[in-house]
């Protein structure tokens, strides 16, 4: 069955950076655009960025562009996320995602979940 497990999480200061990674199994990962979302709490999940098949077409929310890079690595069945210039409103459990099909559509939402990994940002 599909298994997505987030790690790299933790606690750093503001103006900090991270790196978390999404590990995928029991599919073929390289078939499917993948995605990261975050929820704070007492808020609804959103969006973050996504990428396609290929690693070749990225999306971000406006608030992570030009702080955040999402990449991935087909060989290794690995989705990243890096992470510069964190704010406190960066704070939240990022979970990673498989969307359906090779690219991702804006506004999509993934078919499966990893368990998701927590940031926390002290400002």
């Known amino acids: 069955q599909v298994q997505l497990v987030e790690s790299g999480g933790g606690l750093v200061q503001a103006g900090g950076s991270l790196g978390l990674a999404c590990a995928a199994s029991g599919f073929t990962f390289r078939n499917y655009a993948m995605g990261w979302f975050r929820q704070a709490p007492g808020k609804e999940r959103e969006f973050v960025s996504a990428?396609?098949?290929?690693?070749?077409?990225?999306a971000y929310a406006d608030s992570v562009k030009g702080r955040f890079t999402i990449s991935r690595d087909n060989a290794k069945n690995t989705l990243y996320l890096r992470m510069n210039s964190l704010k406190a409103a960066d704070t939240a459990v990022y979970y990673c995602?498989?969307?359906?099909?090779?690219?991702?559509?804006?506004?999509?939402?993934?078919?499966?979940w990893g368990q998701g990994t927590q940031v926390t940002v002290s400002s």
């Open positions: 990428i396609g098949w290929l690693g070749a077409t990225t």
């Open positions: 995602g498989q969307f359906k099909g090779l690219i991702y559509t804006s506004g999509a939402t993934p078919e499966y």
